[in-house]
């Protein structure tokens, strides 16, 4: 009964981790980089790396901002300010656009979203000078992450929701069926074929396990009131649905309850609002500024405390008068016992407290993530691949699925670096006047991908893995040689001495990422001589040694065209 | 005693304590002493060290990052730790003692400052 258990668990393992295996190898890809979301925003725009550093006071960046905004969007019935942060250098401002006057709109068009309008400010002097190229930076890959792209969000997160799930299914039927996980704890044997994917998936699950749990667990409580919104609809179904709930558990949030009165009244001066605040939160900095309905009766200032090293990611807030400046309310300071367990989870996921020392770990898990799951990709093709050994060796063909799983597993765990290495060459080759040129970079991320996967899904050999994965190492590694042709004060020979260092960062991560992507080329490469001298060997009447047919059999990809 | 230093200390602490552990496994400790070699009564003392060692970093840990983000830094250490004494089983396992013991020597000089200051 024991063993019937740990097969069924070991099937359960198997299916549930190659189904979504592909799509969670983009989900782990994707969030791994956007740990450094902020940092590879700033290396993508090198207009921002010469500017002057020196820290600007808060009071001083946020006036700057709300003069901008009352020159370009005074009338605007929603202001967002972001202040500048040590990740982020500039302010980040953001307005609604008025909506037109009703009836306005052409007859049979229904009223569209908000529109926005945005800028970036130097926070020491309040003007878009430096204004730097159209990109979306880091933000490609942390909406990659969980609402992939060409296809409405929602889908999406449906998508990674349903893969999330299947990984946790994965995980724990995993455990059950690795039976030695103290035994094999350090156990890592080379060159021994389908043994060696085994340790190298083993190892980097089970060395990394309590953060495999924590953020396949986290991921799903990030958007829990999608996957599962019926608690709160039954339980508010007579007192306002589910806005009512989100009102009350996170107070101080929606803007739905702020209305204009309609009356002219200048704006209160901002400074002492956040002096105030500052003050309530023991010293600590504001992060956004929100301004309801600026220059009416009824403004309202939402300031909310910047992320800091604590692990929840709601940060408490508190709202002013904008007319007067008096305080309204404060939010958050004691927060409810439910709410922090659900801010403590999400924030362990998105990492957001985590000072450059603790992200480099999280990356560095987060890259343990990807390898466990190509390893485990690769394994059920290298298993399945066994069973036509003898098929094999009669010059025969391998069957439709594996041939689909070992060209899927070719686009995605090859394709996948190339093209994320591709997307920060366009940010480079792409002139940075074109129109649409954030869109543009993107599109260069897919239309690599894209060509690397119908190639991948046409010859899954070995020799296609080694051009992909050749392809990835050199991208990345040739990444700081672009850099320094393309920039003059990005490039490593100037960020290492003056800064920014995460500019300097990314250019040595690219370098080893690239190093890592040329041994797995060199793997290949013995991989294949291996099989080529082993088909001579077969096709010569030498005496056979036993394990060779085996040894046929193993290793990656091998489903092209059979001589 | 800032930051860096208690980082440094918990990183060294689970190196050496991740290498005390795996030299105690019949395995690993053939991989480097040679064929045929058992650790014997060194097992005891090796499992001790490498549980002492890794609570050492733990405390290092908290004491670099808080009580609660330092056990959030506690296994992200633990994790890259582990992973290079994997390296170094597989592919310099003779070296192996040699990164425990200079580890080790690293993380009790740090050690008194954990506890003090």
């Not at chain 2, 609570?55 to 908290?62: E, H, I, N, Q």
């Amino acid at each position: 009964m024991k063993e019937g258990f740990r097969q069924s668990m070991a099937w359960l393992h198997t299916w549930s981790g190659l189904l979504v295996g592909w799509v969670l190898f983009l989900v782990f890809a994707a969030g791994t980089a956007a740990y450094f979301r902020d940092e590879i925003t700033l290396w993508m725009k090198p207009e921002l790396h010469a500017l002057p550093h020196a820290p600007v006071a808060q009071a001083q960046a946020a006036e700057r901002a709300v003069q901008f905004l009352q020159q370009r969007g005074a009338d605007s019935p929603r202001w967002f300010i972001s202040m500048p942060t040590g990740r982020e250098p500039l302010v980040g401002v953001l307005w609604t656009k008025p909506a037109p006057p009703a009836g306005a709109a052409p007859a049979g068009e229904r009223p569209r979203r908000a529109r926005f309008e945005n800028a970036s400010l130097d926070p020491a002097t309040g003007d878009t000078a430096h204004a730097p190229r159209a990109t979306r930076g880091g933000d490609f890959f942390y909406r990659l992450h969980f609402d992939l792209h060409y296809m409405p969000a929602i889908w999406a997160r449906w998508i990674v929701g349903f893969s999330a799930m299947f990984m946790l299914v994965a995980i724990v039927s995993g455990i059950v069926t690795h039976k030695r996980i103290f035994k094999d704890f350090f156990t890592f044997r080379g060159k021994k074929g389908q043994r060696s994917w085994l340790d190298a998936h083993n190892v980097t699950a089970v060395l990394a396990l309590p953060y495999h749990l924590m953020i396949t667990y986290t991921g799903l409580i990030t958007l829990m009131f999608l996957y599962m919104p019926w608690g709160p609809q039954a339980a508010y179904k007579d007192r306002g649905g589910e806005q009512a709930f989100f009102a009350e558990v996170f107070p101080g949030g929606g803007r739905d309850r702020f209305q204009a009165a309609g009356e002219k009244a200048p704006l209160a001066p901002i400074a002492p609002m956040l002096a105030q605040a500052s003050a309530h939160w023991g010293g600590a900095a504001a992060g956004r500024i929100t301004v309801h309905h600026p220059n009416d009766a009824n403004a309202v200032v939402a300031i909310t405390r910047a992320e800091g090293p604590r692990l929840s990611y709601d940060q408490p807030s508190m709202q002013f008068n904008g007319a007067t400046g008096a305080l309204i309310a404060t939010y958050g300071d004691v927060p409810q016992a439910a709410a922090e367990t659900r801010g403590v989870l999400y924030g362990l996921h998105v990492g957001r407290f985590a000072n450059p020392l603790l992200r480099a770990l999280f990356f560095l898990s987060g890259l343990a993530g990807c390898v466990m799951v190509a390893t485990g990709l690769l394994l059920w093709a290298v298993k399945e691949r066994q069973k036509y050994a003898k098929v094999l060796r009669k010059g025969g063909r391998i069957g439709f699925g594996l041939r689909l799983v070992d060209g899927l597993n070719l686009g995605a765990v090859a394709g996948l670096p190339a093209a994320m290495a591709a997307f920060f060459w366009a940010n480079r080759l792409l002139p940075v006047g074109l129109a649409e040129r954030a869109a543009a970079e993107i599109r260069w991320f897919f239309i690599v991908w894209g060509a690397l996967a119908v190639l991948a899904l046409l010859r899954p050999t070995l020799r296609m893995w080694q051009a992909q994965l050749g392809l990835g190492a050199l991208l990345f590694m040739l990444l700081p040689v672009l850099n320094a042709f393309t920039t003059t004060h990005s490039h490593l020979g100037a960020t290492l001495r003056h800064g920014p260092g995460a500019v300097a960062g990314l250019d040595l991560v690219a370098i080893a990422l690239g190093l890592g992507l040329a041994s797995a080329v060199w793997f290949v490469e013995r991989k294949r001589r291996k099989t080529l001298a082993l088909k001579h060997a077969a096709k010569a009447p030498a005496p056979r040694t036993p394990g060779e047919p085996e040894a046929l059999s193993q290793g990656l990809a091998t489903s092209g065209h059979q001589p | 005693m800032n930051t860096p230093t208690f980082f440094t200390l918990a990183f060294t602490a689970s190196l050496s304590g991740f290498c005390a552990l795996g030299l105690a496994m019949d395995r690993h400790f053939e991989d480097v002493f040679g064929r045929g070699r058992e650790p014997g009564r060194w097992r005891r003392w090796l499992q001790l060290a490498g549980t002492v060692l890794l609570c050492v970093s733990l405390a290092a840990s908290l004491r670099a990052a808080g009580s609660s983000i330092g056990w959030v830094l506690w296994f992200g250490v633990l994790t890259a730790a582990a992973l290079i004494v994997v390296a170094f089983l597989s592919y310099a396992p003779r070296r192996t003692p040699w990164l425990g013991l200079v580890s080790a020597l690293a993380a009790l000089g740090g050690l008194p400052f954990t506890f003090v200051s």
